[in-house]
């Protein structure tokens, strides 16, 4: 069977939803939409050095690259080439609504998650933005652009909002007005108390909590979402190591830092005090997550006879209540996972247009692990498990 007629017998006419694509953010982002007086020091793109960075009040915030492994002309590279790529030299898919829209009709795909690159995947590089007030300003105008591109698409892609997790109150107005004006969830960083603030667990986050609970928007950790997550990608591969390797085995301990990030998350209570909420981890795969319930469920147990005080379920059983899980290039692990932990919390994700992205075969890989899985389920992890959790219609 050919991998198109393959797709048309196991996909055949479901909606795909993807859960976790990328925006190479427009150079006049910020720009574009800043107040009378603002437009030289949100962020925007200069020359320094002879590189195009992203500076924001006047400090380089981050490289502007392109972000992609998708070339202008439609081409995938593979390997580290993608790194010296500007946003002239990756297809236009990466940062312009139309252009996107073309190639999710190529792909196949209906709708598509979207997240962040420049200002960090949890949004953490708007801490390093002294002035509060042009902080919340960068994070608003971001959130505005989103609306702007969710309404640009149709309602085909759907950004999330990114949460201004520095300053709570401003924090639970901002998800407030982003439910108001329509986006489907929230985008945050998985480490605040690395940056000076409280952990996730501590009381002070529960107004956060109650109003993502309260508006149905899911709370979104992608991995990297955090200035200690990410420096994972960096500080993993050993030294000696050349520059691909380190990328391959540094991309891999990335979303195994989401095994953090999700077993705190298991054993903080949270989800004992905020039944309603519900987490995604996204981009972390599936393989890890049957041996992460299982090792909490006895861990707990063990070392943890008083934690009934606090928990009245096992950490397996609030994930299947409460924790949702992406995959992309995943076979086996696909089926174990699906065996362990049943279909109702998984969701499929393609990672375009970044590095190990399913393209431009996105749907062929998919169907490829789908030949033994039931209709209905599959219908469930491409389509209506991320329809029901981020209120798409089909």
Request: net charge negative; with cysteine.
């Amino acid at each position: 069977m050919s991998p198109s007629a393959l797709v048309a017998d196991i996909i055949g006419d479901i909606k795909v939803i993807d859960v976790d694509t990328h925006l190479t953010e427009p150079h006049d982002l910020w720009t574009s939409r800043a107040p009378r007086g603002w437009e030289e020091r949100v962020p925007q793109v200069k020359q320094v050095d002879g590189r195009p960075q992203w500076v924001v009040d006047g400090h380089v915030l981050a490289n502007a690259g392109g972000s992609s492994v998708v070339t202008r002309d439609g081409t995938k590279v593979l390997g580290t080439e993608f790194m010296t790529y500007t946003i002239d030299d990756v297809h236009p898919a990466a940062y312009d609504v139309d252009a996107r829209l073309e190639v999710m009709d190529q792909l196949g795909v209906y709708a598509q998650i979207l997240y962040p690159n420049v200002v960090g995947f949890g949004g953490q590089r708007f801490n390093d933005v002294v002035d509060p007030e042009l902080r919340m300003l960068c994070a608003t105008l971001y959130n505005d652009a989103m609306i702007d591109i969710q309404e640009r698409s149709g309602q085909r892609m759907f950004p999330m909002a990114i949460v201004p997790w520095w300053d709570i109150d401003a924090a639970v107005r901002e998800v407030t007005r982003a439910k108001e004006l329509g986006l489907r969830g929230v985008n945050t960083n998985s480490d605040p108390h690395n940056e000076g603030y409280p952990d996730l667990a501590e009381r002070h986050w529960d107004p956060l909590w109650e109003v993502c609970a309260d508006l149905a928007m899911p709370v979104n950790f992608h991995i990297g979402a955090s200035s200690t997550s990410i420096g994972w990608f960096g500080t993993s591969p050993w030294p000696s190591l050349d520059g691909e390797r380190k990328l391959a085995f540094g991309s891999a301990m990335v979303m195994i830092g989401n095994f953090r990030t999700m077993g705190n998350l298991l054993v903080s209570g949270i989800l004992e005090r905020h039944p309603d909420l519900h987490f995604v981890s996204v981009e972390s795969g599936l393989g890890w997550i049957p041996f992460l319930l299982e090792v909490l469920d006895w861990e707990l147990s063990e070392c943890a006879p008083h934690a009934v005080e606090h928990l009245s379920m096992k950490p397996s059983e609030y994930f299947r209540r409460q924790v949702h899980a992406c995959y992309w290039f995943e076979r086996e692990g696909l089926t174990d996972a699906l065996r362990t932990l049943g279909p109702d919390n998984i969701m499929f994700e393609t990672d375009f247009p970044h590095p190990t992205c399913l393209y431009p075969d996105s749907l062929e890989r998919a169907a490829e692990g789908l030949v033994d899985i039931a209709p209905a389920v599959r219908a469930q992890l491409l389509s209506t498990n991320a329809a029901a959790l981020y209120h798409i219609p089909l």
